[in-house]
């Protein structure tokens, strides 16, 4: 996991797969956090580079 901030909101952001392949985003939404998408991210992961984050006020 990672944080990235920008001005005052900080959002955990958790990267899986080869740095050079395809990117995937995977964002859930209300009341979720990025656990809703273990088993997809994991699913995904050997072929694509996946990015979940939790959005602004989940995580």
Do not use: C, I, K, Q
Request: proline share 5%; hydrophobic share 45%.
């Amino acid at each position: 996991m990672r944080t990235v901030v920008s001005g005052n909101v900080r959002l955990a952001v958790f990267e899986e797969g080869p740095e050079d392949a395809p990117v995937v985003v995977l964002v859930h939404g209300y009341p979720d956090t990025h656990e809703v998408w273990d088993d997809v991210a994991a699913a995904l992961s050997d072929r694509f580079r996946v990015v979940r984050y939790d959005v602004r006020g989940a995580g």
